[in-house]
């Protein structure tokens, strides 16, 4: 076999091994793409979970989507691990489970971290920028949770 052959068998070889265990890891991170439970009922109201559906539900709910780049070396394991820790933290499809006390802090949380940018993760936001939360929704998540909850965020808006 000529030089040039054998590099290339190397290399595919070498693609196909990082591939293999990167769905291994992220198999393992993730073990259950989208467990059964969901939550039915409203968070806040029709409108505004419709924007944390195409905000935080994919890596905050059981109802994950599967994209394209699911299944990239290396970015599945990142993925994997967004969600892991993302479901961690907050889990919408579990909402029911949390005492009205932590439902409250999930939610000023939550506008805390939309208001410091922090979520969506901008990542996440790069490749979905339809997920981008800007002033119009941030305000109109901002008065649901107060009417609802009676929460807001505890933090002076940045932008
Ligand atoms: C791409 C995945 C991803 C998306 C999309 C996402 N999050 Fe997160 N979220 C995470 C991860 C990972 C963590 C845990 C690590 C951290 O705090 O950065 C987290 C943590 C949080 C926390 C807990 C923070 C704390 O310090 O207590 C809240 C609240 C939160 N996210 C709300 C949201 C909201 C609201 C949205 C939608 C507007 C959203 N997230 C979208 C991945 C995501």
Not at 11 to 33: D, F, H, M
Not at 72 to 94: D, T
Not at 105 to 110: F, L, T, V
Request: proline share 6%; aromatic share 10%.
């Amino acid at each position: 076999m000529n030089l040039k052959n054998k590099w290339v068998i190397y290399s595919i070889g070498g693609i196909v091994l990082v591939w293999g265990v990167s769905l291994i890891a992220a198999k393992i991170l993730v073990p259950e793409w989208n467990p059964p439970k969901r939550h039915t009922g409203f968070i806040l109201n029709e409108e505004a979970d419709a924007i944390l559906k195409q905000s935080c539900f994919d890596c905050h709910s059981n109802e994950t989507k599967s994209y394209w780049y699911n299944k990239m070396p290396v970015i599945s394991v990142l993925l994997a691990r967004h969600i892991q820790e993302g479901r961690k933290e907050l889990n919408f499809s579990e909402w029911e489970k949390r005492p009205e006390s932590k439902k409250k802090k999930a939610i000023r949380k939550s506008l805390e971290e939309i208001i410091e940018g922090e979520m969506p993760l901008p990542p996440y936001i790069f490749m979905h920028p339809e997920a981008k939360i800007d002033g119009n929704k941030l305000e109109f998540l901002k008065k649901i949770a107060k009417t609802k909850w009676d929460v807001e965020p505890e933090l002076e808006e940045q932008y």
